[in-house]
């Protein structure tokens, strides 16, 4: 079955017209004769959205109870069982109630797009995650629902629904988007006009990067090379050398006139070295480029210019930047170098040749390595020249002998071996052992040899032009293959420091490769060794990471690509372009860093899993440690109790039994409490802790975690109207349970307070989320500050002593709780003495509440409240 199409409908805010494009869409398609039906769409209160949806089959929601409320979601069942053709779901975005199908309505679109059903659906640019921290800058509100960025780029198609942002805000001050007494708060706060205007700006350049990365995928499946200008898009060379800072400057002066695009600065590193590469000034450069918003590349290859140019092209540059020469001497001056090269060869790309202060001034590039087509000719040229010249000047000299000439030639051969290498010295050899038989060896003009120790001169003089010749050729074939060696190494360098800041190293080295090979996408995929694959005796391949766009499950067979196999269930897959022969030992190299990083990973894994289970095994040993001791105390008063009671023959009076019973409760009692902790302890090293978080006040969970302390030993003060936080209420009443017991234990006859912070507010974010806070303040004698970390681990008490109850996991369960519930405890000294310990708990989505910072109370982003009416007003913390 194929699967669906995803057409999606981009806003830069809400009131753009998203819904009303959609559902036009809808309409057309519907005229077309395909079978469309309305999943969901919200009208939001606007009459020229709610007429469209006339004539339109309009598919039945699902109603949902949530905290005595029904809400309507979207009937995945329903749209399943209809199977249209094409399904209209509005809010792409949205999160679902509790108990739904899918969390996320994305996750319900998957749903129907694999089932083969086509899908038109709506976002707006500040649910992309990506630019949530954007949007949150820019307007002040923090958004809660979110969809992956990686998502949305798999839709089929993106439409923009665009319009001015004074077109915007007539419209909203029409009463088209809001209610008429939500207008003017709107338009003074999300609606303000530069708000507006910097959300569309956010929309316009997500969108280009979507149409320049199609643009670049289509380039590379039609193997086009030539630069198409769509987007101004600055390349800079940099040879490793000071002058780069000027290059990067230049080229950011210059983006900046043509009113935005892409700089990306690119090192050039020779295969064959250069002496005059400077690592500090590179990451000066790099520091550099990124401050200007620029990316940095590493690339290598045999001619720099050569380099330059097919990255530039590879990446559809407009412009280069390249500094002129830096060569003294004459040839350099006449031919430039580089940059002249890169200007002759650079065809449809612009090319800006920029002076700096180290122009003609800078060392030459030494000579090593690879002769060049050009050393190699000039030496042939010299072989067949020199020995000419040479025999010239002998035959000016009026007296010489064999010995003189044969001397002189050599020198001659020499010279030619050091120049062009081996050929040009044998044919040299040759031509010059020639000339020296016809006009220095007797008989003169003729080729004969008459004298056997002239033979010997000349097969001797032979021999030596051919030694150097070998010499000199092996020592630039080694020279060659040190600097290859060196420029692979330096670049491994620079991609194993790149990906050690990567937050997964695969990923990172794998991002870097695309730049360094000049590729479009970077692959890993590893073989299963299933047997059930769709070819017969072939393996199973599952990727593992990729880099650069959308990469496909299995490798491509249908493009240009380069397999690197790593070892014999992981390969490496190049997209883009076939690799030469001389990228082929680097690829190697890479292929080998990324075995290393791999089987890094499955150490880690493996340690983290060893040490887990080492830390069960602690935990069992503590836990039948605490089982053989602390725990006989509760039954051995409830066995001594019992014990009395059943005792033949001995008679209690009414107080004596009240007394046995009331043993026997109390240490029933302790037995409960320790027991649970041991359990809950166990559960929380083990992992098995989920708790099922839904909003929670704190004011229904206190008076029952208070059950457990004698009356009138904790006061409650707790400010009215408390936010409600995230919380499983179960986890958070045994929470606060431990902790006030843990307080009266350790703290008897003090003042112990349960106090909430002023507004329920902590000033503490939790991930950027707001948090509610709860303090439990005692006023003993308190926790040195070095022992505060060692109070929440397992089985610790205060001052290590024993205690007649308890095995110290009171605290430890509580921070395994709360941490399982995304929130924090921490301890604090009481001013005065004694130990404040303080709860957090990320805020309840929905809740009222009062900032911190002392403004007016302002409504949260809610995610379920406002689904079927008109949209609540954006306020500084919430937006429909």
């Known amino acids: 079955m194929a699967r669906g199409t995803l057409r999606i409908f981009l806003g830069a805010a809400p009131g753009v017209g998203k819904t009303y494009a959609m559902l036009e869409e809808a309409h057309r398609l519907k005229g077309r004769g395909e079978d469309v039906a309305v999943a969901f769409?919200?009208?939001?209160?606007?009459?020229?959205?709610?007429?469209?949806?006339?004539?339109?089959?309009?598919?039945?929601?699902?109603?949902?109870?949530?905290?005595?409320?029904?809400?309507?979601?979207?009937?995945?069942?329903?749209?399943?069982?209809?199977?249209?053709?094409?399904?209209?779901?509005?809010?792409?975005?949205?999160?679902?109630?509790?108990?739904?199908?899918?969390?996320?309505?994305?996750?319900?679109v998957e749903q129907l797009l694999d089932?083969?059903?086509?899908?038109?659906?709506?976002?707006?640019?500040?649910?992309?995650?990506?630019?949530?921290?954007?949007?949150?800058?820019?307007?002040?509100?923090?958004?809660?629902?979110?969809?992956?960025?990686?998502?949305?780029?798999?839709?089929?198609?993106?439409?923009?629904?665009?319009?001015?942002?004074?077109?915007?805000?007539?419209?909203?001050?029409?009463?088209?988007?809001?209610?008429?007494?939500?207008?003017?708060?709107?338009?003074?706060?999300?609606?303000?006009?530069?708000?507006?205007?910097?959300?569309?700006?956010?929309?316009?350049?997500?969108?280009?990067?979507?149409?320049?990365?199609?643009?670049?995928?289509?380039?590379?499946?039609?193997?086009?090379?030539?630069?198409?200008?769509?987007?101004?898009?600055?390349?800079?060379?940099?040879?490793?050398?000071?002058?780069?800072?000027?290059?990067?400057?230049r080229a950011a002066r210059i983006l900046k006139r043509v009113n935005g695009g892409d700089l990306l600065a690119v090192h050039v590193r020779a295969s064959d070295g250069l002496a005059t590469e400077s690592p500090k000034d590179l990451r000066t450069q790099r520091t550099l480029v990124k401050d200007l918003g620029g990316s940095y590349h590493t690339v290598t290859g045999e001619d720099p210019a050569t380099a330059l140019l097919d990255f530039a092209r590879s990446v559809n540059a407009t412009q280069i930047v390249v500094g002129v020469s830096r060569r003294k001497s004459l040839p350099g001056r006449l031919f430039g170098g580089v940059g002249n090269?890169?200007?002759?060869?650079?065809?449809?790309?612009?090319?800006?040749?920029?002076?700096?202060?180290?122009?003609?001034?800078?060392?030459?590039?030494?000579?090593q390595g690879d002769l060049g087509r050009m050393r190699v000719g000039i030496g042939f040229v010299l072989a067949v020249v020199l020995p000419v010249l040479v025999q010239v000047l002998l035959a000016a000299s009026p007296t010489h002998n064999i010995a003189t000439a044969a001397l002189i030639q050599l020198t001659g051969s020499v010279v030619v071996a050091l120049v062009g290498g081996l050929?040009?010295?044998?044919?040299?050899?040759?031509?010059?052992?020639?000339?020296?038989?016809?006009?220095?060896?007797?008989?003169?003009?003729?080729?004969?040899i008459s004298d056997p120790q002239n033979l010997l001169a000349l097969l001797v003089f032979a021999g030596v032009s051919t030694a150097v010749a070998v010499v000199v050729d092996r020592?630039?074939?080694?020279?060659?293959?040190?600097?290859?060696?060196?420029?692979?190494?330096?670049?491994?360098?620079?991609?194993?420091?790149?990906?050690?800041?990567?937050?997964?190293?695969?990923?990172?080295?794998?991002e870097q490769a695309t730049a360094v090979f000049q590729v479009r996408r970077a692959a890993l995929y590893v073989s299963s060794g299933d047997p059930d694959s769709d070819v017969p005796g072939q393996p199973r391949w599952h990727l593992?990471?990729?880099?650069?766009?959308?990469?496909?499950?299995?490798?491509?067979?249908?493009?240009?690509e380069t397999v690197e196999q790593i070892d014999a269930g992981t390969r490496l897959v190049l997209t883009g372009r076939a690799l030469p022969a001389s990228d082929r030992r680097l690829l190697g190299a890479f292929g080998a860093h990324l075995a290393a990083l791999l089987e890094r990973r499955q150490l880690a894994a493996s340690r983290r899993e060893v040490v887990r289970l080492a830390e069960s095994n602690s935990m069992r040993t503590s836990i039948l440690r605490a089982v053989s001791h602390d725990l006989r105390t509760p039954l051995a008063g409830i066995k001594l109790a019992v014990g009395g009671l059943r005792q033949p023959g001995v008679t209690y009076t009414k107080d004596e039994e009240q007394d046995l019973l009331a043993t026997i409760d109390e240490c029933s009692d302790r037995l409960d409490v320790l027991v649970g902790n041991l359990l809950d302890m166990s559960r929380i090293t083990s992992d098995s802790v989920t708790p099922l978080l839904k909003p929670v006040r704190w004011s229904e969970v206190i008076p029952a975690s208070l059950h457990?302390?004698?009356?009138?030993?904790?006061?409650?003060?707790?400010?009215?109207?408390?936010?409600?936080?995230?919380?499983?209420?179960?986890?958070?009443?045994?929470v606060i349970a431990n902790i006030v017991e843990n307080a009266v234990k350790y703290a008897p006859n003090t003042d112990i307070v349960v106090v909430g912070a002023a507004g329920g507010l902590s000033t503490v974010a939790l991930n950027g989320r707001p948090a509610g806070e709860l303090r439990v303040i005692d006023h003993g004698q308190g926790v040195p500050a070095a022992n505060v970390l060692q109070m929440f681990q397992p089985f610790q008490r205060l001052d290590d002593v024993p205690a007649a109850t308890g095995v110290g996991l009171g605290l430890a369960v509580a921070k395994g709780f709360i941490e399982a519930m995304a929130g924090t405890l921490t301890a604090e000294e009481t001013p005065g003495g004694g130990l404040t310990m303080v709860l957090r708990l990320p805020l309840s989505t929905g809740s009222l509440f009062v900032h911190p910072t002392g403004q007016a109370p302002m409504e949260a982003r809610s995610v379920l409240l406002h689904r079927h009416h008109t949209p609540p007003l954006p306020a500084k913390e919430g937006l429909q």
């Open 41 to 108: 769409a919200m009208d939001h209160g606007r009459m020229e959205t709610r007429a469209l949806l006339d004539g339109l089959e309009v598919l039945p929601s699902k109603a949902m109870d949530y905290r005595g409320t029904s809400f309507e979601e979207l009937d995945v069942d329903a749209v399943l069982a209809r199977r249209p053709h094409t399904a209209v779901v509005d809010e792409y975005a949205h999160s679902n109630v509790p108990g739904s199908r899918n969390p996320k309505r994305w996750q319900d």
């Open 708 to 734: 457990g302390v004698p009356a009138g030993t904790v006061r409650v003060d707790l400010p009215a109207n408390m936010p409600e936080v995230e919380a499983d209420a179960g986890m958070l009443e045994r």
């Open 544 to 560: 593992i990471a990729g880099a650069d766009g959308a990469v496909p499950t299995s490798p491509p067979a249908d493009l240009v």
């Open 341 to 367: 090269k890169v200007v002759r060869e650079s065809g449809d790309i612009d090319v800006h040749m920029v002076s700096h202060p180290l122009g003609g001034r800078g060392r030459e590039r030494p000579r």
């Open 475 to 510: 020592s630039a074939r080694r020279s060659k293959e040190a600097s290859r060696a060196r420029a692979e190494a330096e670049t491994l360098g620079d991609l194993t420091r790149g990906a050690s800041v990567a937050e997964d190293p695969v990923q990172g080295l794998l």
């Open 115 to 249: 089932a083969g059903i086509d899908v038109l659906s709506t976002v707006n640019v500040q649910h992309l995650a990506s630019l949530g921290d954007v949007v949150t800058a820019i307007t002040e509100v923090k958004q809660a629902e979110t969809v992956p960025d990686d998502v949305v780029r798999k839709a089929s198609q993106i439409h923009l629904v665009d319009i001015s942002p004074e077109l915007l805000r007539q419209r909203l001050g029409d009463g088209r988007i809001y209610a008429a007494d939500k207008i003017d708060a709107a338009l003074s706060n999300y609606f303000r006009l530069g708000n507006l205007t910097a959300l569309r700006e956010l929309a316009l350049l997500w969108l280009a990067d979507r149409v320049d990365e199609g643009l670049a995928r289509y380039r590379a499946e039609n193997r086009i090379e030539a630069s198409w200008p769509a987007r101004e898009r600055i390349v800079v060379g940099l040879t490793g050398g000071p002058e780069g800072e000027v290059l990067i400057r």
């Open 423 to 448: 050929w040009p010295a044998l044919l040299g050899a040759l031509w010059s052992s020639l000339l020296l038989n016809y006009f220095s060896v007797p008989p003169l003009g003729t080729l004969t």
